[in-house]
Each structure stands twice: as C-alpha cells, then as structure tokens.
C-alpha cells in the first residue's frame, strides 16, 4: 500500500462527504493507495480542531497556503465556497500536487480555463466532485445509453428543485449563506444546481451546442450576514433554460430554490427512438426504463403487459454494486463520494485518468456562462463546448 496524504480544505458539508469517503476507500475498493489524512484548512481554528479530532486529521491549518505547499501532502481537496476554488488549484498544482475540486469548478470560464492550463501542465491527476456520475442508476444509464438501448435521441429533460430560500429574511453571505452572495457563488441556482444537471446530460447525451435562458431572482434584496445591511442580491434565485445538442435532440432544464415542498429534486428523463430512461434522486435506487420493440413479421403487439420497468439497481452487476452489499440493500448518498474517490485513485493507478477532469468540467462551465449570458440578451447563446 501507497499513502495517498490528503489535504483537505474546507470542513463544511463537502468536508464531510469527502472525509467519509477517503476513511472507507481501502475498506470497500481493491486500490493500492490508502488515504492518509494530513491536514484540514479552514478559518475557524476551533471548528477546524473539533473536526480534525472528529474525523481523524493529523492537523490544522487556518492558511490554505500552508497546506498546499506541505511537502508532506500529495492531494488537495478543494472542498470550500466556489470564489476559492481558483487560487487553491492553481497554487496546488504549480506545487506538483494531485487536485480533486468540488463544483462548479470555477467562477467563469475565464478562471477555469486557467485552471485546467494549470494541471495540465504541471501534469497533475486532477479531478471535479460531480459526484452524482456515481450513483449506480445514473452509471446504469449511462451503460444503457451507450448499449444503443435508448436509440436516437429526441429530448432531455432536467429538474433540480429546492425551497430554501423562499423566506425574504434569510440573510445572504457569511459563513453559512455564502450561496446567496454572488460575489462568492459565482451565480445562484446555474452553477449551484445546474451544473450538475449539465454535467449528467452531457456525459449522457453528449454536448450542449448552443442555449437559450431566463433567470429570475425573486427576492430582489437580503440582509447581508456580514455587513449586516440590506444588500442587492446579485445570484439567480431560478432558472429555466432551452438546449440544442450536437445530436440533434433538444433540452429543458429548470432549476430554482422557490419549489416549496422540494429539498433536492434531481431528475432527468431521455426520450429515444428506442426506449426513454427516467431517474429521480429521491429514489436514487431505481432507475426506470421503458424499452420500445420493433415488432417482427407475425408478432403481436402485447400492450396489456407494455409500460416502464422500475429497476432496482442493486444487483452485483449494476455500476459500483458488486463492491456493497447483497442484492436488494441500497447504498446511500455518501457512497457517491465514496465511488468517484475510487474511480479517481484507480485512474491513477492504471494510467486511465477518471472522469471528469478540469476539462470535461470546463465544458459544464461554459454552458453555465452561456446561460447566464443568455439570461441577460434574452438570445441563443453558443456554448463552444468541445468533449
Ligand atoms: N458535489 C455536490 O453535490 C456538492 C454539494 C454541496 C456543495 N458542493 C460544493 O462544495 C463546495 C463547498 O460547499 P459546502 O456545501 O461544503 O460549503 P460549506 O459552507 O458547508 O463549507 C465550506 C467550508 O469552506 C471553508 N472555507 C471558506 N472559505 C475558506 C478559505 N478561504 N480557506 C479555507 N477554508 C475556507 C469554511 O470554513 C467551511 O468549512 C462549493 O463549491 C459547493 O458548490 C458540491
């Protein structure tokens, strides 16, 4: 066994995703490097401490620099707010270290750009947190898809829905709304949400060639936690955009934090010549699949037993399962961390880097910046996307 030292910045919710995830690799996953937690950055020294105790981090550090030029670290783990993400990677590669970063990978294009210059020539393995590639029905979509089950695509069609933010006196910034503040976030539900949905479509039916958006804040002015004064909010609370892909079939993705009711509602439907799959994170263990049958010369059309089947993906020949439990249990939301820390050691190993790297999300940022663009001239936007 190789240690594999882990830096890790931030200790908030992708800390903790991503902590379980490097204690558990060598326990569920036959790799040859076994996570060594080094170090965790963070602002707050006190926190920082309870957390390195908690999750057994060597040691503490309030100064991101410190970390990424350690030479007892390998890895850095970029798991804080999105206005960080640039400094820390680059500074991390230029120091020959291994770069996992969460999403959205940058602010814009224009820094994210720079940032996969960065780790390409430093030659550094490097990889985005889009963990949601790793839940086993998306996987199993994907392997449906590329068996030619799904056929010519006409239609794609996303939702991530929350409804958090509905209140006008939840505060915007700080430590614990930095989502609201755009000077952080980048942008509001778009980067937040949809980059995800951008992600799974285009891994799933390829690119997105141009856009056409509308975005819509809501609450127009929030108290900044910071400050402590009323402040314009610069973020899109929703955002509903129209996609052309290179395939020729067409988009809808709609995102928001004013779906009361919904926490985390993540689906998308592919609508094929051949058959259509349908997944809904709130049963993240079924993917649904509705196969379509040219009838033969002679056959009979069976419509009283036609319709969607609900697969349970949980069988040891479903994507990631063979390394769980027995067929008919479920693995949970941490476990998505837990497959894409393994996908990306294992790329390591065999010299196949995993996917998606800082270019393949590069590609979800510029259709990011596209809609956002969009959203302001009312006009189709290019994305310039290039898989
Ligand atoms: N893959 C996913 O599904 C997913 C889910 C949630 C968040 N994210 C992404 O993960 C990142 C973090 O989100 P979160 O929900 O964990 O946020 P969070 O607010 O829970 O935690 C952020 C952490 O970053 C630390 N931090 C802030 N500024 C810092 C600095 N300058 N130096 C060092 N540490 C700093 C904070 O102290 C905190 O520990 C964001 O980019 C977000 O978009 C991804």
């Avoid at 993400?85 to 996992?100: E, P, R």
């Avoid at 314009?232 to 079939?249: K, P, Q, W, Y």
């Avoid at 709130?282 to 009979?300: A, N, R």
Wanted: glycine share 8%; proline share 4%.
């Amino acid at each position: 066994m190789k240690e594999l030292r882990v830096g890790m910045i931030g200790y908030g919710f992708m800390g903790r995703t991503h902590s379980n995830a490097y204690k558990r690799l060598t326990d569920f996953f036959p790799v040859q490097h076994k996570p060594v937690l080094k170090a965790v950055c963070a602002r707050n020294a006190e926190k920082a401490k309870a957390f390195a105790e908690n999750w057994g981090y060597e040691r503490v550090e309030t100064d991101w620099k410190k970390v990424v030029s350690s030479p007892d670290i390998d890895l850095i783990d970029i798991g804080s707010p999105n206005d960080t993400h640039f400094d820390i990677a680059i500074a991390a590669a230029k120091n020959g270290k291994m770069v996992v970063c969460e999403k959205p990978l940058a602010m814009d294009v224009k820094q994210a750009e720079k940032m996969v210059k960065a780790v390409e020539s430093a030659k550094v393995p490097n990889m985005v947190w889009f963990n949601y590639r790793r839940v086993p029905s998306i996987a199993l979509a994907k392997q449906l898809v590329d068996e030619g089950r799904v056929g010519k695509p006409f239609h794609y069609r996303a939702t991530y829905l929350q409804d958090w933010t509905i209140s006008p006196d939840v505060p915007q910034g700080g430590a614990g709304l930095w989502r609201l503040d755009a000077a952080v976030a980048g942008s509001g539900v778009t980067g937040d949400l949809l980059a995800h949905s951008i992600d799974t479509a285009m891994w799933l039916n390829g690119a997105i060639t141009r856009v056409v958006a509308k975005t819509k804040t809501f609450v127009t002015k929030r108290k900044h936690a910071v400050s402590g004064k009323m402040q314009e909010v610069g973020i899109d609370d929703a955002c509903m955009f129209l996609a052309e892909f290179a395939n020729g079939s067409m988009g809808t993705f709609e995102s928001t934090r004013y779906a009361r009711g919904r926490k985390n509602f993540n689906t998308f439907e592919l609508n094929g010549e051949d058959g259509s799959v349908y997944f809904d994170l709130e049963e993240p263990e079924y993917l649904q699949y509705f196969e379509y049958k040219q009838l033969q010369s002679g056959e009979k059309t069976e419509s009283h037993v036609t319709g969607w089947r609900k697969i349970h993906t949980t069988n040891s020949e479903h994507p990631y399962m063979n390394r769980y439990w027995v067929p008919g249990t479920c693995i949970g939301y941490e476990h998505t961390f837990l497959n894409a820390l393994a996908d990306f050691v294992m790329g390591i190993e065999s010299g196949k880097p995993t996917q998606p790297d800082f270019r393949n999300a590069l590609q979800t940022q510029k259709v990011c910046d596209a809609v956002i663009k969009s959203a302001k001239t009312l006009r189709w936007v290019d994305t310039g996307v290039q898989l």
